[in-house]
């Protein structure tokens, strides 16, 4: 079965912090996602990667970097943690061939207080 | 504003009952997914029914799409407490993007 896992499940940083938030699928798959999950706002796309060294621009990307480091592995990056950046922030994955036809595979979530 | 929304923030229902999500949407799809997000959980997805698909079930699932009115249904019958959740629907993000962009949710409880 599908597997993504992320890490930490829960942080909290100060305003200007530099977090970094860690995704890991055991799929295969070769599309990978960040989201966050705003009350009122739902789940918005930050960045995606169709494979190691691929990055993507989502909806909401501004003040996020993103790495995909390896196949399995996708990295969330705020180098300057501001509060609006406060969240859950749930990763995905899915088969490649198109992800507007493939299931996603959403982890745990993390969930981020910038104070 | 939303690509995709849900019509209802809440509903509730008995169990046993029968509860529909409507959700409508802005642009031309590929396909639509309907999501379930089970509290402290990520959202999972329940079906995916292509744009030249008019009805899709999944046991006691059942998901309609209406392209001509851009809008689509998820139905559950016998309904269980533990269908309470967060229903998303989830479409295209439009100019051949990659991804899914959702809709803000309905929240479904199920009560004994």
């Known amino acids: 079965e599908a597997a993504v896992t992320q890490s930490p499940r829960n942080k909290v940083t100060v305003t200007g912090g530099n977090v970094t938030l860690s995704c890991r699928q055991t799929n295969s798959h070769n599309y990978m996602y960040w989201y966050r999950q705003d009350t009122g706002h739902g789940l918005r796309l930050i960045h995606y990667s169709y494979g190691a060294g691929n990055l993507q621009i989502g909806d909401v990307p501004d003040g996020y970097k993103a790495t995909r480091t390896t196949q399995e592995d996708f990295f969330l990056l705020l180098e300057l943690a501001s509060p609006s950046q406060t969240s859950l922030y749930f990763c995905?994955?899915?088969?490649?061939?198109?992800?507007?036809?493939?299931?996603?595979?959403f982890g745990p979530g993390t969930r981020l207080t910038v104070l | 504003s939303q690509l995709a929304e849900e019509n209802s923030w809440a509903l509730s229902v008995h169990e046993g009952e029968s509860v529909t999500v409507n959700c409508s949407y802005k642009t031309s799809i590929t396909a639509l997914q309907w999501y379930r997000q089970k509290s402290g959980k990520g959202p999972a997805q329940l079906i995916l029914i292509r744009s030249n698909e008019r009805e899709k079930r999944n046991g006691r699932l059942r998901a309609t799409l209406d392209t001509s009115s851009q809008s689509s249904s998820l139905s559950i019958t016998a309904t269980r407490c533990e269908d309470t959740a967060v229903y998303f629907c989830?479409?295209?993000?439009?100019?051949?993007?990659?991804?899914?962009?959702f809709g803000l949710g309905t929240r479904v409880s199920v009560f004994p």
């Open positions: 995905a994955s899915s088969e490649g061939g198109g992800g507007n036809y493939a299931e996603q595979f």
């Open positions: 989830a479409t295209d993000r439009g100019n051949y993007a990659q991804g899914l962009t």
